[in-house]
Nanobody, 123 residues
Framework: QVVLVESGGGLVQAGGSLRLSCAASGGTFSMYAMGWFRQAPGKQRELVAA???????NYADSVKGRFTISRDNAKNTVYLQMNNLKREDTAVYYC?????????????????WGQGTQVTVSS
């Protein structure tokens, strides 16, 4: 059983920054691919960024150049640094773990999910 706990969400003005963290317990974190997804009201859950166990990354076009995903295997934690936030980034952000070294961009490919953290960007 893998438990994922997100933190770091909140209210921020457009143009501001936030860093989300996702702490994992159980399992072997270093062997998992990890993903950050988000879901806005009335919309489907979408991939924001993913990172393989080896460190390769993938980003949604809408966040490229603004968001950075990283991982610290010693701390069993994955991060999402979000800069130059826009109103359209407002959503609940979820951390997900995939029992494979390689990531997928499809939400159904992930095995465990966190409870989510709200990010609200005001104008």
């Amino acid at each position: 059983q893998v438990v994922l706990v997100e933190s770091g969400g909140g209210l921020v003005q457009a143009g501001g920054s936030l860093r989300l963290s996702c702490a994992a317990s159980g399992g072997t974190f270093s062997m998992y691919a990890m993903g950050w997804f988000r879901q806005a009201p009335g919309k489907q859950r979408e991939l924001v960024a993913a990172i393989a166990s080896g460190g390769s990354t993938n980003y949604a076009d809408s966040v490229k150049g603004r968001f950075t995903i990283s991982r610290d295997n010693a701390k069993n934690t994955v991060y999402l640094q979000m800069n130059n936030l826009k109103r359209e980034d407002t959503a609940v952000y979820y951390c997900a773990a995939k029992f494979s070294r390689s990531y997928t961009t499809v939400a159904s490919g992930y095995n465990y999910w966190g409870q989510g953290t709200q990010v609200t960007v005001s104008s």
